[in-house]
């Protein structure tokens, strides 16, 4: 006798059930940029940094794939913004005004 096993499918999830998942994320990206650029840049910045990446995210139908990157360019040209170069920068710029 041959019994087959019926497997119950289950039905496919919403989008709106990665919402836990993309608040992780907000949570984790968040934590970084405070650890990368927190000496530098206010944390009310950073909030404002966050909230237009998520933005600019949400525009682009891959809001979790895009998040990360886009928080952290932005969060590099509000620190350029501000005047604080990125070490490499200050060697160029030593270097250049060398030669």
Known sequence: MNR???TLATKPQPLNSLAPLASGLRRTVSARLMRDFGVRVTPAL???????ATEVAQESGFPNLFFPALAEEKARFVLAALGDHHPYDQTARTLSHAA
């Open 46 to 52: 950073i909030r404002r940094v966050l909230d237009d």
């Open 4 to 6: 087959r096993t019926k």
